[in-house]
C-alpha cells in the first residue's frame, strides 16, 4: 500500500512533442503528490506538485494530471525541448508519513 | 543549488570497510531525510530525523546508522560494506517533518563505489 508505481521506465519523445508520464497508488492516505525532475550527477528537484483537492495544475510546460478516483495522477510536458531530458520522479505522502514515497523513476530523451 | 550539502561527492572503499556520509540541510530546516538510489530500487528511504530525534525508519539495513547533531547536521553510517551496497545516497531536509506537503531539497548525493 507503500507503493507508487511510475509508467513507462523509459520514454523517447521528439522535439516539440508531449511527454506523458503515470503513476498509481493504492493508499488512499496520500494527500501530497509532488514530481521530482534528476538531471544526470544531481540530486532529485521540485518540479511541481499537486494535493488531491485539484484535478490539475498548471505550471509552465508542465501539468499534472489528477484522477482521485482511479488513484493515479500524470505528468504532462508539453513541447517537449532537449533541455528536458532527465529522469523524472513521481511521489506521495500523507499526513505523519515523515517520507516521501518514491516511484521507479522514468528515463526521458528528447530528440532533437 | 539547493542549499544541502553533502560530503564526500564520491567514495570508493573496500567490501568489510565503514564510512561515514555528511549532510549539512538548508539554513533553517529541522528534517533530513536519507535516501539511497541504486539502478534497480529507485529512490529507497532509509531514515528521516527532525531536530535531532529519530522519526520514521524505512529499509534500513542494520549495519547501517544514522544520528542529527545539534547543529541539525546529520550523519549515515554505513558498515560491513558489501558489493551491493555501492549507491547514490541522497540527503534531504525540509523545514518541518509532520505535515506532508513540505517541500524536501535534496542535496546533490555521494556516491558510494564498494569494491
Request: a neutral charge; hydrophobic letters at 35%.
Amino acid at each position: 500500500q507503500q507503493q507508487v508505481k511510475q509508467s513507462p521506465q523509459s520514454l523517447i519523445v521528439q522535439k516539440g512533442g508531449i511527454s506523458i508520464i503515470n503513476c498509481a497508488y493504492e493508499n488512499t492516505a496520500f494527500d501530497y503528490f509532488p514530481w521530482y525532475q534528476q538531471f544526470p550527477g544531481k540530486g532529485p528537484a521540485l518540479l511541481i506538485a499537486i494535493r488531491p483537492d485539484v484535478s490539475e495544475k498548471k505550471e509552465g510546460r508542465f501539468t499534472i494530471s489528477f484522477n482521485k478516483s482511479a488513484k493515479q495522477f500524470s505528468l504532462h510536458i508539453m513541447d517537449s525541448q532537449p533541455g528536458d531530458s532527465a529522469t523524472y520522479f513521481c511521489a506521495a505522502s500523507y499526513p505523519g508519513a515523515q517520507k516521501l514515497v518514491f516511484g521507479q523513476g522514468t528515463r526521458l530523451t528528447i530528440n532533437p | 543549488d539547493s542549499g544541502v550539502t553533502q560530503t564526500p561527492k564520491h567514495l570508493i572503499t573496500a567490501t568489510g570497510q565503514r564510512v561515514t556520509l555528511r549532510c549539512s540541510p538548508r539554513s533553517g530546516d529541522l528534517s533530513v531525510y536519507w535516501y539511497q538510489q541504486s539502478l534497480d530500487q529507485g529512490l529507497q528511504f532509509l531514515i528521516h530525523y527532525y531536530n535531532g530525534e529519530e522519526r520514521a525508519k524505512g529499509n534500513i539495513l542494520e549495519r547501517f546508522s544514522a544520528q542529527q547533531f545539534p547543529d541539525l547536521h546529520s550523519e549515515l553510517n554505513l558498515s560491513s560494506l558489501e558489493l551491493g551496497d555501492s549507491a547514490l545516497y541522497f540527503c534531504a531536509s525540509s523545514p518541518t517533518g509532520v505535515r506532508s506537503n513540505t517541500e524536501a531539497f535534496f542535496g546533490q548525493g555521494t556516491r558510494l563505489t564498494v569494491v
